[in-house]
Structure formats: structure tokens, C-alpha cells
């Protein structure tokens, strides 16, 4: 009943940026804190950034100042700014509540190289 579809990935060069979306059916998604997280290659998935009910988003150190998540209640969809993007930015992206009540949807492959 729920999916939850990210797109936007793609390959990019060190520096440079993307803005990734996810969209968000069969959910009340105006009620939820939403978050992004990624998962690389031979690690845990990991939180990149939340975002309150009202809008107000939070990163941990490795993105801060590099990341920003902003969401659509209308369009149903989250969003990810990515600047500055380092290889160790790797990874796939997906997007859940940020107590991941659904199970994982379809992420987003975004590959930093040069």
C-alpha cells in the first residue's frame, strides 16, 4: 500500500550537486518527521537528514552545511539538496519516516567520482 520512490541520483563529479526526490503514496506524510538515509557499499544503513512535521530539518556532521531536506506535503514528496558532494557521499539513497515504519522503498544510486 505505501511506496516510497526515490529518483534524482545519477553520477557527479567531486564538488558538485544534486537534488534528489522521493515521493511518498498510501501516506499521511503531514504527520511524520521524514527522513533521508544512505547506504554504501559493506555499511549500515545510515540517517543523512530529518525533517519535522513544521519544517525543520537536522543533519549529522558528516553533511551539515552540505545537505538540505525540505518536503512538499502537497506534492506528497521529500527532497535532498546535495552541494559540495565528496566521494564518500557514495551511496543509495532512500527516504522513510524517520522511525522507518515502512519497509525500505526504491532508492536512489548516487555515485561521486571524478
Known amino acids: 500500500q505505501v511506496q516510497l520512490v526515490g529518483s534524482g541520483g545519477g553520477l557527479v563529479q567531486p564538488g558538485g550537486s544534486l537534488r534528489l526526490s522521493c515521493a511518498i503514496s498510501g501516506h499521511n506524510m503531514a504527520l511524520y518527521a521524514m527522513a533521508w538515509f544512505r547506504q554504501a557499499p559493506g555499511k549500515q544503513r545510515e540517517l543523512v537528514a530529518s525533517?519535522?512535521?513544521?519544517?525543520?530539518?537536522g543533519y549529522p556532521d558528516s553533511v551539515k552545511g552540505r545537505f538540505t531536506m525540505s518536503r512538499d506535503n502537497a506534492k506528497k514528496t521529500v527532497y535532498l539538496e546535495m552541494n559540495s558532494l565528496k566521494s564518500e557521499d557514495t551511496a543509495v539513497y532512500y527516504c522513510n519516516t524517520l522511525t522507518r515504519i515502512y519497509a525500505w522503498g526504491q532508492g536512489t544510486q548516487v555515485t561521486v567520482s571524478s
Open positions: 525533517i519535522t512535521s513544521t519544517g525543520t530539518a
